[in-house]
C-alpha cells in the first residue's frame, strides 16, 4: 500500500502532462500561449510560491537549528554539479546544452514529488528534513543553475558575446529568487505577513505546478515523440539524475553528523526525477526547451522503478 502511494506521487503528475499533451494535440494552445506559459511560471506563480512555503513552514529557531544539515544537500549539489561537468565536457555535450545538463543532473524535484514520496515512506516526521532539502536545492537552482542555463544561451551559431556581468546577476537574482530571498528575510526577522497576503500568495503559487507541467505536455506534444531517439546526452543525463546523485548523497552521509532519518530523507529527495523548472528555464532563455521537456518526463517515468529500488535499499 506505501508502495502504490508513493507512486501515485509520480502518475499524478504524468497524468497532467497527459493532459496537456492532449489539449496541444487537439490545436487549444496559440503559440504565442505557449511563450507566456514560462514567463507566467517564472514572474507570476514561482515568486510567492517560494515565499509562502518558507512562511508556512519554518520559524527562526527552527530554520537555524537545521541549516547545519543543510551543508550535505549543499555539497552533494556542488559534487554531482561538477561531476556531471567534467563528464559533460569530455563527451562534448552538445552545443547550447551543457549548463541544462549539469543542472538535470543535480536537482530533483523535491517538493511535488519528493513530499508524496517521503511522506509514504517515513511518515510526518520526515516533512522538515524534506523541505531542509527543498531549501538547499532551490538556493543551488535560483543560483548556480540559473546562471548554467542562462549562460547556454549567451552563445548562439555566430559565435555571439557572453551576456555581460549586470546580466549575469540579473539572472541570478531572478523573480523566484527574489521571491525566495523574501521569504527567508521574513521568517529571520519573524516578520508576519496579513493573512490576505498569504493567501493571495498562496493562490498564485498554486499555479506553479499545473502550469509547468501542462508546459512539458505541449512541449513534448510539438516535438512528435513517434520519432524520439534516447541520444547520448539524454542517457547520460538520466543516469546522472536517477543513479549518480542518490549514490553521492549516500556516499556522503557518514561524513556527516546528521540524524538517521534526515540521511535516508536526504537520499530519497536525491533520486527523485529532474526539477520542472529546468524545463521552464530553458525555455525562457530559449536554449533548448525540448532536452529540459524530455528529461523531466521521462525522468519522472523512469522514477516509476528507481523509486522502489531505492526505497527497498532504505
Known amino acids: 500500500m506505501l508502495f502504490l502511494h508513493a507512486l ?6 504524468l497524468l497532467v502532462v497527459a493532459v496537456g ?3 496541444a494535440w487537439r490545436g487549444w494552445f496559440s503559440t504565442e500561449f505557449q511563450m507566456l506559459l514560462p514567463r507566467l511560471v517564472t514572474y507570476v506563480a514561482l515568486p510567492p510560491f517560494l515565499m509562502s512555503t518558507l512562511l508556512q513552514s519554518f520559524e527562526r529557531d527552527n530554520l537555524l537549528h537545521m541549516l547545519y544539515g543543510a551543508l550535505l544537500p549543499f555539497t552533494s549539489q556542488i559534487l554531482t554539479f561538477s561531476l556531471a561537468w567534467v563528464v559533460g565536457k569530455a563527451v562534448r555535450v552538445r552545443r547550447g546544452r551543457l549548463g541544462l545538463f549539469c543542472v538535470c543532473v543535480s536537482n530533483s524535484n523535491t517538493i511535488f514529488v519528493g513530499i508524496p514520496v517521503n511522506l ?3 511518515g510526518e516526521e520526515s516533512l522538515p528534513y524534506v523541505l531542509l532539502y527543498y531549501f538547499a536545492s532551490t538556493i543551488f537552482f535560483w543560483t548556480v543553475g540559473n546562471y548554467a542555463i542562462s549562460s547556454d544561451g549567451s552563445r ?10 549586470r546580466d549575469n546577476i540579473r539572472h541570478i537574482f ?6 525566495f530571498l523574501t521569504g527567508l528575510s521574513l521568517v529571520m526577522l519573524k516578520v508576519e505577513l496579513p493573512r490576505f497576503l498569504l493567501d493571495a500568495a498562496k493562490y498564485l503559487g498554486n499555479l506553479t505546478t499545473p502550469l509547468a507541467l501542462l508546459f512539458i505536455g505541449i512541449t513534448l506534444q510539438n516535438m512528435d515523440l513517434r520519432h524520439l531517439k534516447i541520444n547520448r546526452d539524454l542517457a547520460l543525463a538520466l543516469l ?5 546523485s542518490p549514490l553521492v548523497v ?19 529527495q536525491a533520486s527523485l526525477p529532474v526539477l520542472m523548472q529546468a524545463a521552464i528555464l530553458s525555455a525562457y532563455y530559449r536554449t533548448d526547451p525540448q532536452f529540459g521537456a524530455l528529461m523531466v518526463s521521462l525522468s519522472t517515468l523512469l522514477s516509476a522503478i528507481t523509486i522502489p529500488v531505492c526505497m527497498c535499499l532504505l
Not at 531572478?174 to 521571491?179: D, E, N, R, V
Open 8 to 13: 501515485g506521487g509520480i502518475f499524478g503528475l
Open 21 to 23: 499533451y492532449i489539449l
Open 120 to 122: 509514504a515512506l517515513f
Open 156 to 165: 548562439d551559431g555566430e559565435g555571439r558575446e557572453r551576456t555581460r556581468l
Open 174 to 179: 531572478s523573480p523566484p529568487m527574489l521571491g
Open 240 to 244: 546522472g539524475r536517477l543513479v549518480l
Open 250 to 268: 549516500m556516499l556522503l552521509t557518514p561524513l556527516f553528523p546528521i540524524p538517521e532519518l534526515m540521511g535516508k530523507v536526504f537520499i530519497m
